[in-house]
């Protein structure tokens, strides 16, 4: 099994409170993981990956970061949300040949 | 820049019609190419990959270099075809197989 899991899977926060997504993974060891952004309009966006535990890289300047404290969890985290922080939050782990498989994801809509 | 372009938001065609998705990629190496569709309440998941050169539920690609563009084609839509469907491109080398996605297209097929 490669399940990816992702929760909660929808989340209203008010702006200014503090986020964190948590994303497990099973079935596999020292996965490389990431999180995606899907905003309306504007496709997936890669905001981060993590290729081991605690090594986490950043691919756009924003409001948001990540952590990888174990290595089949990835956390995405914000200690003050901003109204653009909404959107559609999604995990994903990718295998030897080079395919992404994705969780459910996370709604986060932000008042 | 690496960039991936879907130009139609939405393209809406009858059972039976041919279907052309359209991806153009801006990329200065020789990337790999992905299709990726969701289907209503299912996970986002691979349809097919250039290297692969398969057709996956009737649905082909062909990566043309000269043009950079790899246009996802069917010769005659099914209703279960109707999806959100995504172009992707990784790049070579790195140590991940991180992905950059166009803004998508919504297929819908009419009955």
């Known amino acids: 099994s490669q399940t990816i899991h992702q929760w909660p899977a929808t989340l209203v926060q008010p702006v200014g409170s503090p986020l964190s997504l948590e994303c497990t993974v099973e079935?596999?060891?020292?996965?490389?993981l990431y999180w995606y952004r899907q905003a309306a309009g504007r496709g997936l966006q890669l905001l981060f990956y993590s290729v081991g535990i605690g090594q986490i890289s950043s691919e756009v300047p924003q409001n948001l970061s990540a952590s990888r404290p174990q290595d089949r969890q990835f956390i995405l985290s914000s200690k003050k949300l901003l109204l653009s922080d909404s959107g559609f939050y999604l995990c994903?782990?990718?295998?030897?040949?080079?395919?992404?498989?994705f969780g459910p994801g996370t709604r986060l809509t932000v008042l | 820049a690496q960039r991936v372009t879907q130009p139609e938001k939405l393209l809406s065609v009858f059972k039976g019609a041919p279907v052309e998705l359209k991806c153009n990629y801006s990329?200065?190496?020789?990337?790999?190419l992905f299709w990726y569709v969701q289907y209503s309440r299912q996970r986002l998941q691979l349809l097919l990959r250039?290297?692969s050169r398969e057709s996956i539920k009737g649905f082909t690609a062909d990566l043309n270099k000269g043009e950079t563009s790899f246009h996802l084609k069917k010769p005659f839509a099914q209703e279960e075809d109707s999806a959100m469907y995504y172009c992707a491109l990784s790049p070579y080398g790195g140590a991940t197989n991180k992905l950059i996605f166009g803004t998508g297209t919504l297929l819908a097929v009419q009955p």
């Open positions: 250039h290297i």
């Open positions: 079935g596999t060891s020292n996965p490389n």
């Open positions: 990329y200065s190496g020789s990337p790999e």
């Open positions: 994903a782990r990718d295998s030897r040949g080079h395919e992404q498989f």
